[in-house]
């Protein structure tokens, strides 16, 4: 079939769809429009079944997308910055609890030169982690970020663009006994 046969075909094939329903929606990406349900929708982009996988791969390569308030993915050093603040949180927070618990501020830091663990330090570790654990947990199930994230005005969201899994079901992020 040559090329200009083929092309003639599939203006043929486009002129048989049947036509865009009233009330329907442009997809962001091919710019087509489609029944509401056949749309799928990336914050206030709305993309058609057919343009999704693509329209989420341009979304991980960070490519900017048109539409106003459209989903873009945390590029390395607004992710890196929102790490560092709630790392600085965590620390102050065990430094904090290591201080109300008699210790001096180089024991409290891990810089009083002395490799052995007491009992006091044990403790504090594990409560320290589970704090950490316990902050990331609590903060991204209710408000869908910790304040790190926040901070750099992250948010963790599905795919979708709606609430993050963890933020729907504790099974998703607890491992299963
Ligand atoms: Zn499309």
Redesign the pocket.
């Known amino acids: 079939m040559s090329g200009a046969k083929a092309w003639r075909n599939g203006e043929t094939l486009a002129s048989l769809q049947p036509p865009p329903p009233l009330n329907g929606l442009v ?6 429009v ?1 029944a509401p349900e056949e749309i799928v929708r990336f914050g206030n982009a709305a ?6 996988p693509l ?1 989420l791969q341009r979304l991980r390569e960070g490519v900017v997308l048109a539409a106003p308030g459209a989903l873009r993915y945390a590029g390395f050093w607004v992710r890196f910055g929102a790490i560092f603040v709630d790392g600085i949180i965590g620390w102050s927070v065990s430094i904090g609890i290591s201080l109300a618990c008699g210790q001096s501020f180089l024991e409290a830091t891990g810089f009083d030169n002395n490799p052995e663990m007491t009992q006091l330090d044990w403790l504090l570790t594990a409560v320290s982690l589970s704090i950490g654990a316990a902050y990331e947990i609590i903060f991204v199930l209710k408000f869908g970020a910790t304040p790190g994230k926040m901070a750099f005005r992250l948010k963790v969201v599905t795919a979708e663009g709606g609430p993050s899994p963890s933020a729907r079901r504790w099974e998703d992020i607890l491992p299963s006994p």
């Open positions: 997809c962001a990406q091919c710019g087509r489609f993309v058609c079944a057919g343009c999704k329209f």
